[in-house]
């Protein structure tokens, strides 16, 4: 296994070299409508995947997985890497595969992140735009909506707990509700890691200013509360994101009415909360179970 500390030294080719191996590898090709005949499908004995586009950006798209039978509800996996281009769905692959297994269909977002490389192209509104439309696909899928759980890490976490709130706004209303979210190590006060200099400047690369009241729609420490519950699961040692990130959105939504609840991972890293072999992962499993 890859030391998680290690996982943001990678350069992007060292990173999906890395990671990719713990994705299907694709077997055949898809004639499904809006299933490029170039992307891949998959099955096996536990679930398949199914490589599905969004739009005509070359980063929208996702991987459905989907389970042996009916599945419990979806959860929608948004990777991390401080919005960059330089990460991508690789991240989310060995949670879609858990999840999965466990029965629930898994929808492994990609959008168009911050940068001019491969993947790039992202910002305020493009990487929001993408999420929301991501989310919206599944209407499109053949997959019930009725339970829709966004569940993102680190950055990921921060567009999680945002696409909760989304229906706030006219750019963003309508199409698929989340109904729950989990924040893995997320990023969910904007102007507090603008402030901390979290990801060398990666919050205001992604809105195009350093953050401030007037970004309400896209920071959700300022959106609280959300009406769908939202647990947050931070490690105390993490070194990229603070424990505090969470800590202090989680007693804000408490005092305006909310229902969120933070789990803490005494001495847990920034990585251990996407780590499906940890008992941090059996967690978030169980939490899940709480819900269908």
Request: aromatic content about 6%.
């Amino acid at each position: 296994m890859i030391a998680r500390r290690g996982l943001l030294g990678l350069s992007a080719a060292g990173l999906v070299a890395a990671l990719g191996a713990c994705s299907r590898d694709a077997t055949t090709t898809s004639s499904t409508p809006g299933v490029s005949a170039a992307d891949p499908t998959s099955t096996d004995g536990d679930r398949s995947v199914e490589r599905i586009t969004y739009g005509e950006d070359p980063s929208q798209y996702g991987d459905l997985y989907l389970p042996q039978g009916t599945p419990r509800g979806v959860v929608v996996v948004i990777h991390g890497g401080f919005w960059r281009d330089q990460y991508d769905l690789t991240l989310g692959a060995p949670l879609a595969t858990s999840l999965a297994a466990a029965g629930w269909a898994a929808w492994n977002l990609e959008y168009r992140r911050t940068g001019t490389g491969v993947g790039g192209g992202g910002g305020n509104p493009e990487t929001f735009d993408d999420v929301a439309a991501g989310i919206d696909k599944l209407a499109d899928l053949g997959v019930d909506t009725s339970t829709v759980i966004t569940l993102g890490h680190s950055a990921g976490g921060h567009l999680a707990t945002w696409a909760a709130s989304r229906g706030r706004y006219p750019a963003w209303e309508g199409g698929v509700d989340v109904t729950h979210v989990i924040s893995q190590a997320g990023v969910l006060d904007l102007v507090g890691a603008d402030a901390a200099n979290l990801g060398a400047g990666a919050v205001a690369d992604l809105l195009g200013h350093a953050p401030g009241p007037e970004d309400v729609p896209l920071d959700p420490q300022q959106q609280v509360p959300l009406e769908q519950p939202v647990w947050c699961l931070h490690g105390t040692d993490d070194a990229n994101v603070p424990y505090s990130q969470s800590e202090q959105y989680v007693a804000a939504a408490g005092a305006a009415g909310g229902t969120a609840e933070l789990v803490t991972i005494e001495g847990g890293d920034h990585f251990v909360v996407i780590d499906v072999t940890s008992e941090t992962w059996s967690r978030t499993l169980a939490i899940l179970d709480t819900i269908a």
